[in-house]
T-cell receptor
Framework: NAGVMQNPRHLVRRRGQEARLRCSPM?????VYWYRQLPEEGLKFMVY????????ESGMPKERFSAEFPKEGPSILRIQQVVRGDSAAYFC?????????????FGPGTRLTVL | EDKVVQSPLSLVVHEGDTVTLNCSYE??????LLWYKQEKKAPTFLFML????IEKKSGRLSSILDKKELFSILNITATQTGDSAVYLC????????????FGQGTRLTINP
């Protein structure tokens, strides 16, 4: 049973370009969460999605960032016009039900570097 | 503001030592507390704790939660170099929907 898959594992962008990060949840999981980890900091919640729905995007910057989880295919975190401060590790997690005591399982992360 | 604080931030011990990692929290709508181990890749799940005073154990690792004093500890006995990692504590809250609030992590280094 494959775990949470993320790609690419490393992404380098120049300032002003767009970054697209992909996440395929564990088989049987329909709840996806995105977290950002800045250097030497803990993970910070960004957004929680179910298939075709954004449930909670309270941790996501209002501008330049968007997320989707279409009916078919992976969840996408999109960052437009990247800036140096966007450099971080972006982790995706998935769970089976989104319930209060449902465990979130994490992918290996995408390390974004903005030059 | 919901807050999770881990201590120490960094710990270096010798192989065979026992270590205790601490996690305290101040959150609204607490549901559970989770420990993860993060090496150079994905945080891997260790424990989920929901009830006070009930120890969870897996091999040399164990953890317990105190919901009255709002903290948890993670113990590792007979440490090995493979235990070197960042250990993350996270609290699951319900704020509209479920989310995890993470501490900064404790970087544990086990020297041979």
């Amino acid at each position: 049973n494959a775990g949470v898959m993320q790609n690419p594992r490393h992404l380098v962008r120049r300032r002003g370009q767009e970054a697209r990060l992909r996440c395929s949840p564990m088989k049987g999981h329909s709840h996806v969460y995105w977290y950002r980890q800045l250097p030497e900091e803990g993970l910070k919640f960004m957004v929680y999605l179910q298939k075709e729905n954004i449930i909670d995007e309270s941790g996501m910057p209002k501008e330049r960032f968007s997320a989707e989880f279409p009916k078919e295919g992976p969840s996408i975190l999109r960052i437009q016009q990247v800036v140096r401060g966007d450099s971080a590790a972006y982790f995706c997690a998935s769970s089976s039900s989104g319930g209060a005591t449902d465990t979130q399982y994490f992918g290996p992360g995408t390390r974004l570097t903005v030059l | 503001e919901d807050k999770v604080v881990q201590s120490p931030l960094s710990l270096v011990v010798h192989e065979g030592d026992t270590v205790t990692l601490n996690c305290s929290y101040e959150v609204t709508n607490f549901r559970s507390l989770l420990w993860y181990k993060q090496e150079k890749k994905a945080p891997t799940f260790l424990f989920m704790l929901t009830s006070s005073g009930i120890e969870k154990k897996s091999g040399r690792l164990s953890s317990i939660l105190d919901k009255k004093e709002l903290f948890s500890i993670l113990n590792i006995t007979a440490t090995q170099t493979g235990d070197s990692a960042v250990y993350l504590c996270a609290v699951s809250i319900i704020q509209g929907a479920q989310k995890l609030v993470f501490g900064q992590g404790t970087r544990l280094t086990i020297n041979p």
